[in-house]
């Protein structure tokens, strides 16, 4: 049963490589206050990855036009590591619960 997993994990991943680049960006966002873009519309985009450094809940959106405590995706904890679904190509929304709290927001865009 393994080999048969494994040969497939395999094939999934080189499927994955076909046609695909490694590039990637970063960002920080220290204050995020109000609904803020995080991540803009791109139809390269392979992926994201957002990482909560700061004392405090932030709320994350993906699609729409802003996100806000009563309409989002997901609600990171301090500390909290999310990535978005594979080949997400949508705009991202942050907003942290409290304003003034310390630490950032680091977004990686994967294309």
């Not at 990171?76 to 619960?97: L, R, T, V």
């Amino acid at each position: 049963m393994a080999n048969y997993q494994d040969e497939k994990l395999k094939e999934i991943a080189d499927s994955e490589k076909r046609g695909s680049t490694t590039a990637s960006s970063t960002k920080t966002h220290a204050q995020i206050a109000a609904s803020t873009e995080i991540v803009a519309t791109s139809t390269t985009s392979l992926g994201a990855t957002i990482y909560n450094s700061t004392d405090n809940k932030v709320y994350v959106k993906l699609g729409g036009s802003s996100v806000s405590s009563t309409d989002y995706t997901v609600l990171m904890n301090a500390g909290d590591y999310y990535e978005a679904p594979y080949k997400f190509q949508g705009k991202i929304y942050a907003i942290k619960d409290a304003a003034g709290s310390s630490g950032s927001i680091y977004i990686t865009v994967v294309s």
